[in-house]
């Protein structure tokens, strides 16, 4: 449904973007995850047909955003970083005209119009002047403009940033039910809500995709070791510990969590499954046992790794030449 | 043309809802006002002196002391206050992000820019409109020629159309209203004062040369009664270069982000 294929953006001579590429299916929603100044605003705004790429394709459902950008225009509903709304109309006013300039035909706005205000939750605030509206509802009316006319794709700028929890759990759920009937594309740079509401992720990192999978799988192929966080029921001396891991096949380390002895962070294989052996032999050793718990990488660690790592590589690329 | 409706809609509304539109529009009529009201208080004084001057009495035309220096009044007043009209058409949709929307909207850039131009142009009309009032008390007291009149009318709205063609790409260049406002008061003024340029030529070539170029020489002859399509045509080119710029401008706004 969206594809972008080797697209490059130069702003002057810096590039925002460089080769970026990726598919997104339909009814999917993915997750454009990368860190400010990424280029994730840059590669949205080429899909949106905003801006034109330096080189390179984008294309929603097979349309060229260069070439018949009009037509791939109808297809989505955008809602940009910065929401833009017209202040001094009312909200309804506003859905009036997102409709109209979406070219939806006159008989079918009010029902329109009726629909993305219930869905987005605004119909008690219908009649105000969206000047006057807190950050919360005017992000749910940016959300409202997004949905009107029903498009096909939906392109979302960072929808959740400057709301309160409860309204970013509300936006979360909203997204997640357009599953299936829409295509959705939203960046963030905030990994949970990537993690929760996205099916697939793509991460960008100084305006290059870094990678593209499932949180799951990402975070299972970078996971090199396997922690296991052990937790007695009083303080347990190293040489103890010692004597305990010795004997166990795939233990590769450990190290207590906190300063009160009480808690260990076991590192194992990942390859091993060490879980019975270790829970044996803790059991064997008189200890007492009250938690034992496989620890698994959060999406904020496969992350900073990705991105740490490209820092790694670019330096030492650099010291080479 | 796609979407030009919903825009020209959107513009009116947007002006309507402005206080910008009514602090503009009331001293508009404040000036217009004064200014009538000056004319005619100068045509009865001429008059009352012609009473005992036969001379002058074959002077007295109420097209030439009353009507015409009205619309060159009225143009003045309208060159001074329509950068107020224009300044905010694309610098606030920039400024406030609504480009956006409006560049990702299924509007073609053409509609875009021509809903906005009509928008201001139907803003104009009204002002024009809520100036009839002053000729109904001229019918009142004498007997005009509405044909001159609607000349006037038809010459002023084709100036007031290339004013505000010249406004809307001053806009289109930055964020800041204040900007906007000061380039295009700056370049009104300048295609005014090009015909005083004029009156100090040295040869006809340039002499001619300054007065084609300036916005209110053309209107003139509309005020004389004289409809010419040099004069039209002159406007319409003024109009369609300026709306030609803006859409560069666009063009290269969204190149450049």
């Not at chain 1, 990994?191 to 990192?205: D, G, K, M, S, Y």
């Not at chain 1, 996971?223 to 004997?247: A, C, H």
């Not at chain 2, 008059?47 to 097209?63: D, G, K, V, Y």
Request: with cysteine; hydrophobic share 45%; glycine share 6%.
């Amino acid at each position: 449904m969206i594809e972008a294929i080797d697209l490059t953006k130069f702003y002057g001579p810096i590039p925002a973007i460089r080769d970026v590429s990726f598919t997104v299916a339909r009814g999917e929603i993915v997750g454009f995850l990368g860190p400010n100044g990424a280029g994730k605003s840059t590669t949205i705004k080429i899909l949106t047909c905003f801006m034109p790429p330096t080189s390179g394709t984008a294309r929603i459902d097979g349309i060229d955003c260069l070439e018949n950008s009009l037509e791939v225009r109808r297809k989505i509903g955008y809602l940009p970083e910065i929401v833009p709304l017209y202040a001094e109309m009312t909200v309804q006013r506003f859905l009036r005209f997102c409709a109209e300039a979406k070219g939806i035909p006159a008989k079918q706005i009010k029902r329109e119009i009726d629909r993305v205000v219930s869905l987005c939750g605004l119909s008690n605030v219908e009649n105000r002047i969206i000047g006057h509206l807190s950050k919360g509802y005017r992000q749910r009316v940016g959300l409202a403009q997004a949905l009107i006319g029903n498009p096909s794709v939906i392109i979302l700028d960072e929808p959740t940033i400057g709301l309160d929890p409860a309204q970013i759990v509300e936006i979360r759920e909203l997204i997640k039910s357009l599953a299936g009937k829409h295509t959705v594309f939203l960046s963030s740079h905030i990994l949970p809500e990537v993690a929760q509401t996205c099916q697939r992720v793509v991460i960008i990192n100084k305006g290059q995709i870094v990678a593209t999978d499932t949180p799951e799988n990402l975070t299972k192929q970078l996971q090199r070791t396997r922690q296991v966080r052990l937790m007695f029921d009083s303080s347990v001396p190293v040489e103890k510990i010692q004597d305990v891991m010795k004997d166990i096949d795939g233990v590769t380390g450990f190290s207590p969590a906190n300063g009160d002895g009480k808690t260990w962070i076991v590192e194992t294989d990942p390859d091993v499954e060490v879980r019975p052996a270790l829970a044996k032999a803790v059991v064997e050793s008189g200890l007492g046992l009250v938690e034992m718990r496989s620890i698994d990488l959060s999406l904020e660690e496969v992350f900073m790794q990705l991105v740490t790592e490209e820092v790694v590589q670019a330096d030492e690329s650099e010291v080479q030449s | 043309m796609r979407g030009f409706w919903a825009v020209y809609k959107k513009e009116l509304y947007s002006f309507w809802s402005s206080p910008i539109f009514y602090v503009v529009a009331f001293v508009f009529f404040v000036l217009c006002g004064y200014f009538f009201y000056s004319d005619v208080a100068y045509y009865s004084m001429i008059s009352f002196r012609a009473m005992q001057n036969p001379f002058m009495a074959e002077q007295l035309n109420i097209t030439n002391m009353v009507i015409r220096p009205f619309f060159l009044d009225l143009s003045i007043v309208f060159l001074l206050l329509s950068p107020l009209l224009t300044m905010k058409l694309y610098a606030e949709e920039r400024k406030s992000g609504t480009i956006e929307l409006l560049l990702t909207y299924p509007i073609s850039d053409g509609a875009l820019v021509w809903a906005k131009f009509f928008g201001v142009v139907t803003i104009f009309l009204f002002l024009l409109v809520g100036t009839l009032p002053h000729f109904f008390v001229l019918e009142y007291l004498t007997d005009p020629n509405w044909l001159v009149i609607a000349a006037c009318y038809g010459g002023i709205l084709l100036m007031g159309a290339s004013f505000i063609s010249l406004g809307l790409f001053t806009s289109s260049l930055t964020q800041n209203q204040i900007i906007a406002a000061t380039l295009s008061f700056g370049a009104l003024l300048g295609f005014w004062i090009i015909s005083w340029m004029g009156s100090i030529a040295q040869s006809t070539t340039w002499k001619r040369f300054f007065e084609y170029f300036s916005i209110t020489h053309h209107v003139e002859p509309f005020t004389k009664g004289l409809v010419d399509v040099r004069h039209i045509v002159y406007y319409l080119l003024f109009v369609a270069f300026f709306i030609f710029l803006t859409r560069r401008r666009i063009d290269s706004y969204r190149w450049h982000g």
